[in-house]
């Protein structure tokens, strides 16, 4: 069964960084498009980046462009999401998803797993 996990997340004070990874299970996650999703208390999901495997490009969310990026590290299965100068408003849930594609834009990432994801909290 294909499963994901999240690690990485936690408290940091804002301008500070944090690697959040995404760990695949009874699958290569090499082979699929990665979603990065991010949900606040309140509020609805929001696409991060999305990093389609045949072309190897990755779309960013304009608020985050510049601040995050995304890399893969296939003998660990895993993928990251480097974050840069954090802000307090990217305070979140955040998942990583596969077993689908990458859409037109991040917000139409259709994947059919879900992580159950990491806290990132970002304040002074």
């Known amino acids: 069964q294909l499963q994901l996990v999240e690690s990485g997340g936690g408290l940091v004070q804002p301008g500070g960084s944090l690697r959040l990874s995404c760990t695949g299970h009874?699958?290569?996650?090499?082979?699929?498009?990665i979603a990065w999703f991010r949900q606040a208390p309140g509020k609805e999901r929001e696409g991060v980046s999305c990093t389609k495997i045949s072309s190897e490009f990755t779309a960013y969310a304009d608020s985050v462009k510049g601040r995050f990026t995304v890399s893969r590290d296939s003998a660990k299965n895993t993928v990251f999401l480097q974050m840069n100068s954090l802000k307090p408003e990217d305070t979140a849930i955040y998942h990583c998803?596969?077993?689908?594609?990458?859409?037109?834009?991040?917000?139409?990432?259709?994947?059919?797993?879900w992580g159950k994801g990491t806290v990132v909290s970002v304040s002074s």
């Open positions: 009874g699958v290569t996650l090499n082979y699929y498009d």
């Open positions: 998803g596969a077993g689908g594609e990458c859409g037109a834009n991040i917000n139409s990432a259709d994947m059919n797993y």
